[in-house]
């Protein structure tokens, strides 16, 4: 039984990914609330209005989720808790929170954890962190079409996007909740083609067998 989290950038593939692993490996798929979230396009209409509303929505959605998928020790997990910092610190330090809404939301992260860390499971097994380029990201932002997410819509959202890439690699390095690996999102195209798709999946179940989480002779539940 695994938890296994995925992490990247906006459009990097994480809800995609997360279809085809939890289907692969026979578990149960966890995805960010985004189409029904109300308050996402409140957000990027009025970004310092809402940063800190919108991290707290998220931050709630991620905890629920994280316990739910520790719990049932079972599920491929789209983006989770442990990046949702990632996100409001780059938000506060470009002016889009006050002192006492950074000061509220640490302090309602280390709450959430402490409760993490009480849980009998308290870590997913694995971390699958999809890497990639800016252009990249923002062509897969356009191929998905949402409109407020597009440069069209605002276009200082290039310099968000670009920001938000760099602030991955020292999270990437800090992360230690579990064992990690990467997956080249700018070279394999794991909707486009059958044989990278298949490479993506050898190269987690490898980790998996490497880590014990995984028999030596698993096959997988579902070959497409
Ligand atoms: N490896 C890939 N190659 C080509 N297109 C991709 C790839 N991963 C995702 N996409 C496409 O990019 C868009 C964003 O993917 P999505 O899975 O929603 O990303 P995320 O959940 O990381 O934001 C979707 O239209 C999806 O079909
Ligand atoms: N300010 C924040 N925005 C977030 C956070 N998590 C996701 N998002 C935004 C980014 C995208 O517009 C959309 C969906 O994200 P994907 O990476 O799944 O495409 O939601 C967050 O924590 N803070």
Redesign the pocket.
Same mark, same amino acid.
């Given at each position: 039984m695994t938890v296994i989290v995925l992490s990247?950038? %906006?459009?990097?593939? *994480? =809800? =995609? /990914?997360t279809g085809i692993l939890s289907k692969y490996l026979g578990t149960n798929p966890f995805y960010e609330s985004v189409d029904d979230n109300p308050v996402l396009p409140l957000f990027y209409e009025n970004p310092k209005k809402y940063a800190f509303l919108l991290q707290v929505y998220f931050l709630n959605t991620r905890f629920q989720s994280i316990k739910a998928a520790l719990t049932d020790d079972n599920n491929v997990l789209? $983006?989770s808790i442990y990046e949702d910092a990632l996100f409001f610190q780059m938000n506060a330090d470009i002016g889009r929170a006050t002192k006492e809404e950074v000061d509220t939301y640490y302090e309602l992260l280390h709450n959430m954890m402490s409760e993490l860390d009480r849980m009998p499971k308290k870590n997913p097994d694995l971390l699958v962190h %999809?890497d990639v380029s800016y252009d990249t990201m923002l062509k $897969? %932002?356009q *191929? $998905?079409g949402r409109n407020y997410e597009q440069l069209s819509y605002d276009p200082s959202l290039e310099d968000y996007y670009k920001r938000l890439l760099r602030y991955y690699k020292p999270w990437y390095e800090k992360y230690d909740y579990s064992p990690k690996m990467t997956i080249d999102?700018d070279k /394999?195209?794991?909707?486009?083609s059958e044989e990278?798709r298949q490479e993506v999946l050898n190269q987690i179940v490898a980790k998996l067998k490497e880590m014990g989480k995984l028999d030596e002779n698993w096959k997988p539940n579902l070959v497409k």
């Open positions: 990247g950038p %906006i459009g990097a593939g *994480k =809800s =995609s /990914l789209d $983006r %999809i $897969r %932002i *191929k $998905r999102g /394999l195209d794991f909707m486009a990278d």
